[in-house]
């Protein structure tokens, strides 16, 4: 997968979604605190999420214009990284997929600890014990099938049937965050490791920029089965989409999606304000209006989505990723073609 894309800017509408209209309270939409000026966010979010969440911030806070750029975690992370080349990094909040890029970061000391952030409803495994990134979500990583597929995986090693070969798809760790941590959980298994990564191109599987021609190809029957994010799948499913999300036998992987404010960031009041709003009860209610697992237990998930003590999770090394993320991602463009 190629990442010489041209970078894309879109200023991505700050009117008001209608969900975010009848989901905000009262209270939270006369909050001004004189939060004002321009925010800069730099995201890995689907476009209609991005421009809904934005839309749902300004209702709390509509003094403030949010300037966004949007791409895969992978060019986000570009991006910056030639920012940071230049001496002008322009973001004052990142909102993307995974923690190892924002562990990252922190190692390098580009991110300010949010010291105004209350946590005491979310657990601790959803942040950074310095506060340096905060996770918004709970987004799993698992199997999606077409209803009409002749073969219904359970496991990931089901992948790897013959009966499947050419029928699998799946996003690029070159590209997605989430797929990265899939990728890195994968290769650590015991009973998958990169036998399994390999074996997936010996059955033809494809890797796609990202998770949405995934669902895309899937749904349509061009494929038959793939490796999707949970809401993706369980909205389509929702919606008539003829796919099913499945829970492999060994387990699935997630991201929380964290926010981080950069200890360049211009407008501090603003960006402290928007990660405020993402992990606080509106905003986590206003997540699930997305097709989100909220992070509060106080928060209900969305209708139809299974308990989140009934998943099963493989086990995530955040510290051996980052180590070896660059590595993981060149074999993998190795295997499958970059």
Do not use: C
Request: no cysteine; charged share 20%; aromatic share 8%.
């Amino acid at each position: 997968m190629s990442l010489t894309r041209p970078y894309r800017r879109r200023l991505l509408g700050t009117g008001a979604a209608l969900v975010a209209a009848n989901l905000l309270p009262a209270s939270l939409l006369h909050a001004q605190s004189g939060v004002s000026g321009t925010l800069v966010l730099y995201t890995s979010q689907p476009e209609r999420d991005a421009r809904e969440t934005i839309a749902a911030f300004n209702k709390a806070h509509p003094a403030v214009k949010v300037e966004v750029f949007r791409s895969g975690t992978t060019e986000v992370m570009n991006r910056l990284r030639t920012e940071f080349a230049a001496g002008a990094p322009r973001p004052d909040v990142l909102l993307i997929a995974d923690a190892i890029s924002m562990e990252a970061l922190k190692a390098e000391g580009r991110l300010a600890r949010m010291r105004h952030l209350d946590t005491v409803q979310i657990p601790s495994r959803y942040f950074d014990n310095e506060r340096t990134y905060m996770g918004t979500k709970m987004i799993s990583t698992g199997i999606v099938v077409n209803t009409r597929s002749a073969v219904r995986p359970s496991s990931w090693k089901d992948l790897l049937n013959p009966a499947l070969k050419g029928q699998i798809v799946m996003p690029s760790p070159l590209y997605s965050g989430a797929a990265a941590i899939t990728v890195g959980a994968w290769s650590r298994h015991p009973d998958l490791g990169w036998n399994f990564i390999e074996g997936l191109k010996a059955n033809n599987a494809i890797a796609v920029r990202g998770n949405g021609a995934v669902l895309q190809q899937v749904a349509t029957g061009e494929k038959m089965a793939g490796v999707l994010v949970d809401f993706m799948a369980l909205n389509a499913k929702a919606k008539g989409s003829p796919v099913d999300f499945i829970v492999p036998r060994e387990g699935l992987t997630f991201v929380t999606e964290p926010a981080a404010i950069l200890n360049t960031a211009r407008n501090v009041p603003a960006a402290e304000a928007f990660v405020a709003f993402l992990v606080s009860p509106e905003g986590q209610r206003f997540s699930t209006s997305l097709g989100y697992y909220p992070l509060l237990g106080s928060v209900t998930p969305p209708a139809g989505y299974p308990k989140v003590e009934s998943l099963r999770f493989l086990p995530l090394d955040t510290a051996g990723m980052l180590k070896s993320a660059g590595d993981e991602r060149k074999r993998f463009a190795g295997v499958f073609g970059g």
